[in-house]
């Protein structure tokens, strides 16, 4: 492993767990947020489970490697 880049904050532990890569990305909204809801299924989310915490319904949704991404698919940006 390479010198250690560290963060502002002092926190290597949390900085640590972006140094492997991920398969699955889970995010989740409060009862029935329309406007999150969008936004998740906008990025290709998929719904992954409905779950009740002590202030009420949350919904999960959750974006994986290789998945089929968003339909239809966004335009590209230019950077640069």
């Known amino acids: 492993m390479g010198p250690r880049l560290g963060n502002p904050h002092g926190l290597d532990r949390d ?23 969008a936004v998740m299924r906008r990025l290709g989310m998929r719904f992954y489970r409905e779950v009740r915490y002590p202030l009420g319904k949350d919904f999960q949704y959750a974006l994986a490697r290789g998945g089929r991404g968003p339909n239809p698919q966004p335009a590209l940006l230019a950077i640069g």
């Open 15 to 37: 900085y640590d767990a972006f140094l492997e890569p991920f398969d699955v990305v889970v995010a989740g909204t409060d009862g029935a947020n329309g406007a999150s809801l």
